[in-house]
């Protein structure tokens, strides 16, 4: 699953603002600045990770789930801003712009691979037509690009300078080399838009936020901005799927493009697939994620292969578990009493760095996020999380506050906060 953490997203430059420390003692400044490659979660280890790029050099920042100070999750803004301009309230300087692409970087069509590493400047299709018309090809931020209106799809990696030097930071879209047959397995795939939904609750993880994909034919044509935007409009109001292609993933897909084989895979599972292997491609991580679910909710045993996922102390099953309960409709009547059951048995032990979270802050958030989605509101589980939230009022305050704004949640009351969607 494409991740954004708050404001963050990959392939964009970003200069930390605000000095912090990340979870493995690395000291990092004001000032600094860098390219987010990609982004994740690890859930063993309950971490956030950056990959990003600083003057060509690669690294990793790491970020406790459980920190309540420094860049975490809600709370990026307060650490990164995008793009290069100067944290001030002068108007920020204009980035130098990158070299313009070569006049015949845009004459190549869809299926013809362009040459390694051509730059394409700001853009990230090889085409000469409108940016708007633009749009990710089957997933976001996988490094797949296709444009709406001439057809061309791109395959890039994103270069910059961090400014560390220049005083100035920008990035820039280069052709990622692929061999004709992986752009040729690539190209039908359907184009995709993402709109997130407005959420009031607090941060939760990507994957569990409200939020329509809206999948376009490959073959479907727009001339301008506001066409697209009407076609967009009319395929989301009809809630409709193209077809997905058919062929098999050819053996040479780049690393980079491993969610479209997974997404491939998820497409593929029957109802003899090994539960196992559906699990994995179920959970949130996954780009195969909404379609596996939709397969084990069609399951005649899916509420107690739910139930199984949720109980389970294995990391994945939780996930796909979760991922299960998030999507299920209607909502069966035996589910509350199977996550109050859950919660009752999950340990109250703080964590021992300190952080004031408890070990399990993350298991019982995401039941949280699912009790609020499904708007579980019997009195037994009013009660049970009146309960929990007196036994967590020395050892986590953050989860006392999340179960008040479920608790409002499930009384119809609007929020203490508002926020609002997570993409800008
Ligand atoms: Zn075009």
Redesign the pocket.
């Known amino acids: 699953m494409a991740c954004t953490i708050d404001h963050l997203r990959p392939d964009h430059a970003v200069r930390v603002i605000c000095d912090f420390t990340d979870a493995r003692g690395k000291l990092h400044r004001a000032g600094e600045t860098g390219i987010i490659r990609q982004m994740g979660l690890d859930t063993t280890e309950r971490e956030i990770w950056i990959d990003w790029e600083q003057t060509g050099a690669s690294s990793r920042l790491h970020f406790s789930l459980g920190s309540t100070s420094g860049p975490r999750n809600g709370h990026m803004r307060e650490y990164f801003e995008l793009g290069g301009n100067e944290p001030s309230a002068e108007p920020p300087p204009s980035p130098p712009p990158p070299p313009p692409p070569p006049k015949s970087a845009r004459a190549h069509a869809a299926r013809e691979p362009l040459p390694a590493e051509t730059r394409l400047g700001e853009v990230a ?1 090889a ?1 000469d ?1 409108d940016p708007a ?1 633009h749009r990710a090809v089957l997933i976001e931020y996988a490094g797949v690009n296709a ?1 709406m ?2 057809g ?1 799809v791109t395959c890039s990696r994103v270069i910059g300078d961090d400014g560390r030097h220049t005083g100035n930071a920008w990035h820039a879209y280069v052709s990622v080399a692929v061999p004709p047959t992986v752009l040729d397995w690539l190209a039908p795939w359907p184009r995709v838009a993402a709109r997130p939904h407005l959420s009031t609750r607090w941060p939760t993880i990507a994957g569990l936020e409200r939020r329509d994909l809206i999948y376009l034919p490959a073959d479907a044509r727009c001339e301008t901005a506001e066409a697209l935007a009407a076609l967009e409009a009319d395929c989301r109001a009809r809630r409709q799927r193209p077809g997905f292609p058919k062929a098999e993933p050819p053996d040479d897909l780049p690393r980079q493009m491993a969610g479209f084989a997974q997404f491939w895979a998820a497409l593929q599972l029957t109802p003899q697939s090994d539960l196992a292997q559906v699990m994995a491609l179920a959970q949130l991580q996954s780009a195969g994620s909404a379609i596996a679910v939709e397969h084990l909710l069609h399951r005649a045993d899916a509420f107690d292969v739910m139930v199984t996922a949720l109980s389970s102390p294995d990391p994945t099953w939780q996930s796909a578990g979760i991922a299960m309960a998030w999507e299920s409709r209607p909502v069966d009547p035996r589910l509350a009493d199977v996550l109050i059951d859950i919660m009752s048995r999950l340990p109250l032990a703080a964590r021992p760095d300190g952080s004031g979270r408890i070990t399990q802050y993350g298991r019982f958030e995401d039941l949280f996020v699912v009790i609020a989605e499904l708007k579980l509101a019997t009195p037994e589980m009013i009660a049970a999380l009146k309960n929990l939230q007196r036994r967590l009022v020395r050892l986590d305050v953050d989860l006392v506050s999340a179960i008040t704004s479920v608790l409002r949640e499930l009384h119809g009351e609007p929020p203490t906060q508002p926020r609002g969607p997570w993409l800008p």
């Open positions: 299709v085409c037509c018309l444009c209106r001439c061309t």
